[in-house]
């Protein structure tokens, strides 16, 4: 017979109870990847759930479906033994049926995504709802764990308020943290130089990326500055970007649910031209971030044979994992083809006419055929121009390159072409390393790999001789050059000294300020030549402004053609940037030259535009 228990829970006979354990043993996972059969009931992720009443909450009549199941409990326990033995020997009603199977490459995706094993069953947790999420009851993934395997479930706790609510709360930790992190502030010989860095600080105090840069440029142009004391007043005015804009960027998910991302967009000088500069969609875009990429962007515009002012803007939007619906519209991080494509037709379709200029990958629909490899193919280039220098050849030569996005791999293939040897990418959660080095087999495999949001590991299970180092950076490995293609400051003081104990003498910059300052003290005193972004990454300058040249318009340009003409103008940047150090008293052959000589060429190309403007 049934027992009312207190808190009105339901006690049974020694009987049911069998029955009970019978069928909680089928709710056990034996194998991630195994097929078994769940019952689907009411308090499924918690037994206890449904039969305990909320503290202080009224009590219920049962449902008349409850009532149902109460009475066929009852007579169930009136029927004779024998004929009990009967009805357990029946296989139960298969409710449905679930395939749980977790795939480690999905952790890329749903990076707060791990499976771990409680109370005998193995569940998917959730790493951020687990420290920032609300500690409510029925947390499945932040508490308790769910045992749901499949990718259905994860996108829906992906999407769902609670996590997004933990991310929040995630970033807010994170941000404040960058808040509170000192600035790194490098001694200078004058106090004049000094002068305009305190009164970036004190204009700016924790805008620790723009400062980093400006520190860097004002270090390169401390001898120019004590030649020319006025200088002073125009590198100040050069430092306060002619127009800042920040908006809000609402949008609608697949889920009809609305959400805002903060917009920007930095005009930082068009003295030379009009503003050009790209767009990055990345979680930890923020002002700071723009005024950097700005200030970069215009030095390394200037710098190029195009002259052209410098800007720079994104959002603090991810796209990863987005739908084409979700998405938002010259590239950076997080931009590519689609969104450009976005961008040049909603532009469209509020001008009402198809004219205006966009730059970026493969915009077909502008009558240009440019590649997306002018930027990655021009650091190649640039290294071959250093080496040159040095009488020495590309051929055979080990190289380290970091990063896997559209610039790495092109950086790869180039290199292969090139008669070098790549041995190296990495991603936000390690690096591989090939020693037999890549080919263009396995880089048309990497790509295969990233198409299909494969994890970077499953390399090695094709090709022997490679490995896989989680929480690692491939900085260590030996070689004789490196090209770090990631993003800023991805080598600190600790990496750089391990580029210089693997035996690297060269190192370009495929990214915007891939060095900490710590990190370019060690590799300066090393005598490693520092090839800065701003030179050795004018390619995508050179592009954009084929791109905008009338005659590209009405015709498509050979590879051939394209190569001869970037080629040539790598090889006027990478002159133009050591006539300058020299023209201040570096040798060629000092690991400053390039660092110092690339700032050089560029401030006093704007600071000539400048003067001759008035006060501007």
């Known amino acids: ?9 339901l006690g049974m006979n020694p009987t049911m109870d069998d029955m009970n354990l019978i069928q909680a043993q089928r709710h056990l996972v034996r194998d991630i990847g195994e097929e078994i059969d769940l019952e689907i009931g009411p308090g499924d992720d918690d037994p206890s759930f449904a039969n305990t009443p909320l503290l202080g909450g009224p009590s219920q009549e049962p449902s008349a479906e409850e009532q149902g ?14 004929d009990q033995d009967i009805l357990k020997a029946q296989p139960a009603k298969r409710k449905k049926k679930v395939v749980k199977r977790w795939r480690e490459e999905w952790a890329d995706t749903y990076k707060w995504a791990y499976v771990d094993v409680k109370e005998g069953t193995a569940r998917i947790f959730c790493s951020v709802c687990k420290e920032y999420g609300r500690k409510h009851r029925r947390n499945p993934y932040g508490n308790e764990g769910s045992r749901n395997m499949q990718m259905s479930a994860l996108e829906e706790h992906n999407n769902s308020l609670l996590h997004k609510e933990a991310l929040r ?9 960058v808040v509170d992190k000192p600035i790194y502030v490098k001694a200078l010989m004058s106090k004049t130089a000094g002068s305009i860095i305190e009164a970036a600080l004190k204009r700016d105090p924790h805008e620790a990326e723009f400062i980093q840069s400006v520190q860097e440029a004002v270090h390169a142009l401390e001898r120019v500055i004590a030649k020319n004391p006025h200088y002073v007043n125009i590198m100040e005015r050069l430092l306060e970007p002619e127009r800042m804009i920040i908006f809000r960027v609402p949008w609608v998910d697949d889920r009809g649910e609305t959400h805002v991302n903060r917009g920007f967009r930095v005009h930082f000088n068009q003295a030379l031209g009009p503003c050009r500069g790209g767009i990055r969609f990345h979680p930890k875009m923020n ?23 410098g800007a720079a803007g994104g959002s603090d939007f991810d796209p990863k994992g987005k739908s084409d619906n979700e998405d938002l519209p010259s590239e950076e991080m997080g931009v590519g083809i689609r969104e450009m494509g976005f961008l040049f037709g909603q532009y469209r379709r509020l001008a009402g006419n198809f004219q205006g200029s966009f730059t970026g990958p493969r915009i077909f629909w502008s009558g240009s055929s440019l590649r997306t490899e002018a930027t990655a193919y021009g650091l190649v280039f640039f290294a071959r121009l250093i080496l040159a220098e040095l009488n020495k050849d590309v051929k055979g030569l080990r190289c380290v390159v970091s990063g896997y996005g559209k610039i790495a791999m092109h950086v790869l293939e180039k290199l292969v072409a090139n008669g070098a040897l790549p041995i190296t990418v990495s991603d936000s959660k390690g690096y591989l390393v090939d020693e037999d080095g890549f080919d263009y087999m396995k880089i048309s495999f990497l790509r295969d790999l990233k198409s299909q949001q494969r994890s970077l590991r499953d390399y090695s299970k094709t090709y022997a001789r490679s490995k896989y180092y989680d929480e690692a950076k491939p900085w260590n490995e030996r070689c004789d050059f490196a090209i770090p293609c990631g993003s800023q400051n991805e080598i600190d003081q600790a990496d750089a000294i391990n ?40 390619g995508g300058v050179v592009a954009g402004e084929i791109e905008l040249n009338h005659e590209c318009n009405v015709m498509h340009w050979s590879p051939e053609d394209f190569e001869s003409k970037l080629q040539e ?40 535009a400048m003067t001759d403007q008035g006060c501007v």
Do not use: W
């Open 1 to 9: 017979m049934l027992m009312l228990l207190p808190g009105g829970g």
């Open 69 to 82: 199941e109460s009475k066929q409990m009852s007579m169930v326990s009136e029927i004779p033994n024998a």
């Open 169 to 177: 709360l995630q970033m807010a930790s994170k941000d404040k943290i």
């Open 287 to 309: 002002l700071s971030v723009a005024k950097f990429l700005g200030f970069q962007q215009t030095l390394k515009n200037a710098l190029s044979p195009y002259k052209l002012g």
């Open 499 to 538: 580029l210089v104990n693997s035996g690297c003498r060269i190192l370009v910059e495929g990214s915007n300020m891939p060095c900490t300052p710590e990190a370019v003290d060690v590799l300066k005193k090393a005598n490693v030549i520092i090839a800065p972004a701003m030179a050795a990454g004018a």
């Open 569 to 608: 103008a790598m090889k006027q940047t990478f002159h133009r940037a050591l006539k300058a150090a020299e023209d201040f008293g570096y040798q060629k052959e000092s690991p400053e030259a390039l660092l110092h000589g690339a700032v050089i060429s560029a401030f006093l190309t704007i600071a000539q």
